[in-house]
């Protein structure tokens, strides 16, 4: 069975930091392209950091010099370190594994940035 349990997020102050977690279980990071997308109030889930199984990664503008996405593969799990962070990061984020035929998501892990 496969799952991803995602941590790490909370309350912050504007101008903080949080670093989310994602271990999976069932499945190999390093075998899967893995992304970390949120999900605000009345918003569209949208992708914010990306790793492809070569370890090139990708960011939308929003985030870009602020998220980093990296994986451990000895530990199976993917983080996402977040700094300068803004009252519009509130969101629940997740963790997702894109493979060649199959793609699994995490539960979500809540992060609310205050101003």
């Known amino acids: 069975q496969v799952q991803l349990v995602e941590s790490g997020g909370g309350l912050v102050q504007a101008g903080g930091s949080l670093r989310l977690s994602c271990v999976a279980s069932?499945?190999?990071?390093?075998?899967?392209?893995l992304g970390w997308y949120r999900q605000a109030p009345g918003k569209e889930r949208e992708l914010v950091a990306q790793?492809?199984?070569?370890?090139?990664?990708n960011y939308p503008d929003s985030v870009k010099g602020r998220f980093t996405i990296s994986r451990d593969s000895a530990k199976n799990t993917v983080y996402l370190q977040m700094n300068s962070l803004k009252p519009e990061d509130t969101a629940v984020f997740y963790c997702?594994?894109?493979?060649?035929?199959?793609?699994?998501w995490g539960q979500g892990t809540q992060v609310t940035v205050s101003s």
């Open positions: 997702k594994a894109n493979g060649i035929y199959y793609s699994y």
């Open positions: 069932g499945i190999s990071v390093s075998a899967f392209t």
């Open positions: 790793i492809t199984r070569g370890g090139s990664t």
